[in-house]
Every structure is written in structure tokens, then in C-alpha cells.
């Protein structure tokens, strides 16, 4: 019933930007917020960044200020500028939806995307 479309991942060199995008489409009610994580080869998923509807933000501590995360709530959508890119950086960035309500729903749930490969390497 929702599905989220992301965008803006590639290959960028140490020192680079890029914006990953993401929306959520679907027969949508509410959101309560959405965020951006990521998974390196071996490696736990972790939090990247996540904002509410409401414009609360939380950041992972590894970002210190290089990362920006933003919402559209009219289009469902967030955001992710990052800066001053590392290659600790590389991995695939899954954008998440949290407690979607669709039309006529009684429940909320989360949905993931499928990721977007992000490298950093010279």
C-alpha cells in the first residue's frame, strides 16, 4: 500500500556532496516522520538522520554537522544533503517512513525502501 522511491545515491570522491531524496507514495493518511539509515558490508544497520513531521531532528553522532535532513510533508518526502563525504561513509542508505496510517486504516506501521548505494572513493 506505500512505497518509497529513493534517489541521488552514486559515487563521489572524499570531500564530495551528494542529496539523497526519497517518497512516499501510496494511499497515505499521516506520517509521523521519516529518516535515513545505512548498512556498510558487515556492519549493523545504523541511524543517519530522522526528522518528524513536526520538524525534530535527530542525527547520528558520526555525522557531526556534515549531514542536513528535511521534510516535505506536503509531497511525503525527506531529504538527506551530505557534505563533506567520507569513504567510512560508503553504504547502501535506506530511507524509512515512520507509523504510516493509510486511508481508511485503523494502524500505523514503518516501511523501508530498498537503498541506494552511496561510495566515497578517490
Known amino acids: 500500500q506505500v512505497q518509497l522511491l529513493e534517489s541521488g545515491g552514486g559515487l563521489v570522491q572524499p570531500g564530495g556532496s551528494l542529496r539523497l531524496s526519497c517518497a512516499a507514495s501510496g494511499s497515505i493518511f499521516s506520517i509521523s516522520g521519516m529518516g535515513w539509515y545505512r548498512q556498510a558490508p558487515g556492519k549493523q544497520r545504523e541511524l543517519v538522520a530522522a526528522?518528524?513531521?513536526?520538524?525534530?531532528?535527530n542525527y547520528g553522532d558520526f555525522v557531526k554537522g556534515r549531514f542536513t535532513i528535511s521534510m516535505d510533508n506536503a509531497k511525503n518526502s525527506v531529504y538527506l544533503q551530505m557534505n563533506s563525504l567520507k569513504p567510512e561513509d560508503t553504504a547502501v542508505y535506506y530511507c524509512?517512513?515512520?507509523?504510516?496510517?493509510?486511508?481508511?486504516?485503523?494502524?500505523?506501521?514503518?516501511?523501508w525502501g530498498q537503498g541506494t548505494q552511496v561510495t566515497v572513493s578517490s
Open positions: 524509512k517512513v515512520d507509523r504510516v496510517r493509510v486511508i481508511g486504516g485503523y494502524y500505523e506501521y514503518d516501511y
Open positions: 526528522i518528524t513531521s513536526g520538524g525534530s531532528t
